[in-house]
Nanobody, 123 residues
Framework: VQLQASGGGSVQAGGSLRLSCAAS????????MGWFRQAPGKERELVAG????????TYKDSVKGRFTISRDNAKNLVYLQMNSLTSEDTAVYYC?????????????????WGQGTQVTVSS
């Protein structure tokens, strides 16, 4: 297993969750990383991306100011802090590694995927 996501759960609207993704060292060192989500009946979409050193990030417009992506290269971990959650954020969330060191916004640039973790926000 190369990527392992955790931290999902059920929360009321307005609440917070923090997702974590553990990556193998070989994959982690030079890769941009991202968090995606997929709601039932919808396409998988990028939520946030981060460059290899954390110096650059990119976000889906609807999560800007509410979600924060970060990484700890010493621990091979990527985080997604999610605040002010709404029912629209309900989805399965996936972490992914990009084949570029940049904060990639295109799904096609991600070539390694972890299993998903469910986030359910009730109103």
């Amino acid at each position: 297993v190369q990527l392992q996501a955790s931290g999902g759960g059920s929360v009321q609207a307005g609440g917070s969750l923090r997702l974590s993704c553990a990556a193998s060292r070989r994959m982690f060192t030079n890769n941009g990383m991202g968090w995606f989500r997929q709601a039932p009946g919808k396409e998988r979409e990028l939520v946030a991306g981060i460059s290899w050193n954390g110096g650059s990030t990119t976000y889906k417009d609807s999560v800007k100011g509410r979600f924060t992506i970060s990484r700890d290269n010493a621990k091979n971990l990527v985080y997604l802090q999610m605040n002010s959650l709404t029912s629209e954020d309900t989805a399965v969330y996936y972490c992914a590694a990009a084949r570029t060191a940049a904060a990639a916004s295109q799904k096609a640039l991600y070539n390694y995927w972890g299993q998903g973790t469910q986030v359910t926000v009730s109103s």
